[in-house]
């Protein structure tokens, strides 16, 4: 390796050649660790989700993964703890709100999670879905065609 940088045509090449390494080693240890704390810091756990209409808190959501997707599912319902799916379709028609999955198949993407699906289980609708950290607090933004609502999920002790 000594004799090859030695013989580089130019002082540029040679220098290029005696640090390579050390730089790849000093990039990798800089980019690596933010690799890992993006995926630290998916929004696993349990979530509480605040009525848009009221401000007040609605439910607990308890996000997942799964075959490295994010997943997510009513825990506890603050209202109504009993209520049914009376808007759903199909086999999940009245099915208790509480166990059923919302949140399906998002995927990290950058700083945030996308590529999933969000129901909502007060319209029967499924929604393209958005997730990301404000701070703390957790983003959740769902699509319809080009109108979006966002709403904000503040995060539960352990």
């Known amino acids: 390796m000594a004799d090859?940088?030695?013989?580089?045509?130019n002082l540029a090449l040679r220098w290029t050649l005696a640090l390579g390494t050390p730089v790849l080693a000093l990039g990798l240890a800089v980019v690596a660790p933010r690799?890992?704390?993006a995926h630290s810091q998916a929004p696993v756990g349990m979530w509480q989700t605040i009525d848009d209409a009221t401000s007040k808190p609605k439910s607990h959501v308890e996000i997942y993964e799964k075959d490295g997707?994010?997943?997510g599912r009513i825990v506890k319902l603050l209202e109504r703890p009993d209520a049914r799916c009376e808007k759903c379709a199909g086999a999940d028609?009245?099915?208790p709100l509480v166990g059923m999955t919302i949140l399906r198949d998002m995927v990290l993407d950058g700083?945030?999670?996308s590529?999933?699906?969000i129901f909502d289980p007060e319209s029967g609708k499924t929604y393209r879905c958005k997730l990301w950290f404000d701070g703390t607090k957790l983003k959740v933004r769902g699509y319809l065609g080009?109108?979006?609502?966002?709403?904000?999920?503040?995060?539960?002790?352990?």
């Open 4 to 9: 090859m940088i030695l013989r580089a045509p």
């Open 35 to 37: 690799v890992v704390a």
């Open 69 to 71: 997707k994010l997943y």
């Open 93 to 95: 028609y009245n099915k």
């Open 111 to 113: 700083d945030s999670w």
């Open 115 to 117: 590529g999933g699906k």
């Open 146 to 158: 080009p109108l979006f609502r966002t709403q904000t999920c503040h995060p539960l002790p352990k």
